[in-house]
């Protein structure tokens, strides 16, 4: 029997890379939706192509215009709308929901998909910032495996297959640095987006390629590394790394270190999450070592401030990384719609931080109302 895959953002980098796996292994998945929000074009070209059970355009205002251009496709169903996400993610013949959408947005169908017991191929990383530990408490009470699709968590949870129940000393969870690694605060003042769009070693998404150059990505990680692996802060390191060739390493109690190390290609951690335990063959680069000369420094918390603040927010706990996340969304676009400049974005994050009240023991009614408090409050900080 194929594995049926729901992907929930199938027209973006993920997305789009996880159709590559999924053609490449015909024999073993089959598509049984696929999800956008705005890209109604290429949603029905893959529809086309993959001929899945049924499509869903997040953003109703497209429904018409997707549903006429299925038209001659009777055998899939078009749905839109946020409702429409939560409810086809619990469809029965789905074993796995690969959450390959951004921000916030990921965590309702999230939530639906583990309470219907569905394995998850996490990529949104933005679900377990906002609301960890009732994920992590929904997952195990429901019996649904949480598997990383991040590179870093990829592999650390590669470093940790076979360990039993070996504990983790600490985790070093690599960076790149971004496009900006040696610039000065004075010069990260000027930066533009269209060169903080530029990455040097991954190609993707816009809103995680600025997330990347400020590093709250990185920030982002070391609270997806908490949650997944069971791990304090204070035992997970952050190394720049820029070749991006280590893509994590866990050490043990006995001081041995094991890493998974790779040419940057997100094809592998997408595959390694759908076809765990086993390993597929993967098309492409192998790892050439003589070629990459690794190089291992400290992150500047002074000139990457957010990293800084999302190390505050994990420390502070409760609603304080939803917080952090919805100021990021906002001044992340603002950025990219030069609305503020580079160093706006931590200022504006860390007033939000200051104004939105706290709270130690949310619910998920409370990560909805802080999400939109924090928005509403950078919004205006923003100006
Ligand atoms: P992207 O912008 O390329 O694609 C996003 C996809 O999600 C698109 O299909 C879009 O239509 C859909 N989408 C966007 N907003 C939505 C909304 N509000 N509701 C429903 N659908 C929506 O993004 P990406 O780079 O593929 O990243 C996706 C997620 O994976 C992010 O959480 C990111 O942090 C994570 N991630 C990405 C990479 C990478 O290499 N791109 C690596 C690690 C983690
Ligand atoms: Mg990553």
Same mark, same amino acid.
């Given at each position: 029997?194929?594995?049926?895959?729901?992907?929930?953002g199938?027209?973006?980098?993920?997305?789009?890379?996880?159709?590559?796996?999924?053609?490449? /292994?015909?024999?073993?998945y089959?598509?049984?939706?696929?999800?956008a929000?705005?890209?109604?074009?290429?949603?029905?070209?893959?529809?086309?192509?993959?001929?899945?059970?049924?499509?869903?355009?997040?953003?109703?205002? /497209?429904?018409?215009?997707?549903?006429?251009?299925?038209?001659?496709?009777?055998?899939?169903?078009?749905?839109?709308?946020?409702?429409?996400?939560?409810?086809?993610?619990?469809?029965?013949p789905?074993?796995?929901v690969?959450t390959?959408?951004?921000g916030?947005?990921?965590?309702?169908?999230?939530?639906?998909?583990?309470k219907?017991?569905?394995?998850?191929?996490?990529?949104?990383?933005?679900?377990?910032?906002?609301?960890?530990?009732?994920?992590c408490?929904l997952?195990?009470?429901?019996?649904?495996?949480?598997?990383?699709?991040?590179?870093?968590?990829?592999?650390?949870?590669?470093?940790?297959?076979?360990?039993?129940?070996n504990?983790?000393?600490?985790?070093?969870?690599?960076?790149?640095?971004?496009?900006?690694?040696?610039?000065?605060?004075?010069?990260?003042?000027?930066?533009?987006?269209?060169?903080?769009?530029?990455?040097?070693?991954?190609?993707?998404?816009?809103?995680?390629?600025?997330?990347?150059?400020?590093?709250?990505?990185?920030?982002?990680?070391?609270?997806?590394?908490?949650?997944?692996?069971?791990v304090?802060?204070?035992?997970?390191?952050?190394?720049v /790394?820029p070749?991006?060739?280590?893509?994590?390493?866990?050490?043990?109690?006995?001081?041995?270190?094991?890493?998974?190390?790779?040419?940057?290609?997100?094809?592998?951690?997408?595959?390694y999450?759908?076809?765990?335990?086993?390993?597929?063959?993967?098309?492409?680069e192998?790892?050439?070592?003589?070629?990459?000369?690794?190089?291992?420094?400290?992150?500047?918390?002074?000139?990457?401030?957010?990293?800084?603040l999302a190390?505050?927010?994990?420390?502070?706990?409760?609603?304080?990384?939803?917080?952090?996340?919805?100021?990021?969304?906002?001044?992340n676009?603002?950025?990219?719609?030069?609305?503020?400049?580079?160093?706006?974005?931590?200022?504006?994050?860390?007033?939000?931080?200051?104004?939105?009240?706290?709270?130690?023991?949310?619910?998920?009614?409370?990560?909805?109302a802080?999400?939109a408090?924090?928005?509403?409050?950078?919004?205006?900080?923003?100006?």
């Amino acid at each position: 029997m194929k594995k049926q895959i729901a992907i929930l953002g199938s027209t973006g980098s993920i997305g789009t890379q996880a159709l590559e796996v999924i053609e490449e /292994h015909s024999d073993l998945y089959e598509v049984y939706c696929l999800t956008a929000n705005n890209r109604v074009k290429e949603l029905a070209e893959q529809a086309r192509k993959f001929k899945p059970a049924a499509v869903v355009i997040a953003n109703e205002s /497209h429904y018409e215009e997707l549903k006429s251009m299925l038209a001659d496709c009777p055998d899939i169903n078009v749905y839109a709308g946020k409702q429409a996400l939560d409810d086809i993610v619990t469809a029965g013949p789905i074993d796995m929901v690969l959450t390959a959408m951004v921000g916030f947005a990921g965590l309702s169908p999230t939530i639906q998909a583990i309470k219907a017991h569905k394995k998850i191929c996490l990529a949104n990383k933005e679900t377990l910032v906002v609301a960890g530990e009732l994920i992590c408490k929904l997952a195990a009470e429901n019996h649904a495996p949480i598997l990383p699709v991040d590179s870093e968590h990829s592999a650390i949870f590669q470093s940790i297959v076979g360990e039993g129940d070996n504990k983790i000393e600490k985790i070093l969870l690599t960076a790149s640095g971004g496009p900006f690694r040696t610039f000065s605060t004075e010069q990260l003042a000027t930066v533009t987006k269209d060169h903080a769009l530029h990455h040097p070693t991954w190609d993707m998404g816009a809103k995680i390629t600025i997330d990347s150059a400020t590093m709250m990505n990185k920030g982002f990680e070391v609270i997806e590394a908490k949650w997944l692996f069971g791990v304090e802060a204070d035992r997970i390191q952050v190394l720049v /790394h820029p070749q991006s060739i280590v893509h994590s390493a866990v050490q043990f109690a006995d001081g041995a270190v094991k890493a998974q190390l790779g040419v940057p290609d997100m094809r592998l951690p997408i595959q390694y999450a759908f076809s765990f335990p086993e390993r597929l063959h993967l098309n492409g680069e192998r790892l050439d070592l003589f070629k990459h000369n690794l190089e291992f420094f400290e992150p500047d918390l002074n000139k990457f401030r957010c990293l800084a603040l999302a190390y505050e927010a994990i420390n502070k706990g409760g609603n304080m990384p939803c917080i952090v996340n919805a100021a990021n969304e906002i001044v992340n676009r603002g950025f990219l719609e030069d609305r503020c400049s580079f160093l706006d974005m931590p200022r504006i994050i860390e007033r939000t931080m200051q104004t939105v009240a706290f709270d130690a023991n949310p619910s998920y009614d409370t990560y909805i109302a802080t999400d939109a408090e924090a928005r509403r409050v950078a919004k205006e900080l923003m100006g």
